[in-house]
Nanobody, 115 residues
């Protein structure tokens, strides 16, 4: 299982970013995918998860209405569209999949929301 995130960066409050995660080494369309984040000094938390077919099965309350998870099974890619970003969204964002009972992670991409 390989997961590689793209799209992080520095953005002003109120701005938008779209993260991408390219997956390989497993049958992508057969597994739910998720995004987590970890802010400095805090535990890693689930941001959003999506079913194999593209239904959103879970989103953290703090991001509902602002973040949207989606996937393109033809491209083996999962996305996280982040709008109305706030300073408290600053974190390293990780793509994740549970394959064969083992949770795999990407290397993470830094998102910093600051003016």
């Amino acid at each position: 299982v390989q997961l590689v995130e793209f799209g992080g960066g520095l953005v002003q409050p109120g701005g938008s970013l779209r993260l991408s995660c390219a997956a390989s080494g497993f049958s992508f369309s057969s597994y739910a995918m998720s995004w987590y984040r970890q802010a400095p000094g805090k535990e890693r938390e689930l941001v959003a998860a999506i079913t194999r077919a593209g239904g959103n099965i879970n989103s953290a309350g703090s991001v509902k209405g602002r973040f949207t998870i989606s996937r393109d099974n033809a491209k083996n890619t999962v996305y996280l569209q982040m709008n109305s970003l706030k300073p408290e969204d600053t974190a390293v964002y990780y793509c994740s999949a549970m394959v064969g009972g083992v949770r795999s992670w990407g290397q993470g991409t830094q998102v910093t929301v600051s003016s």
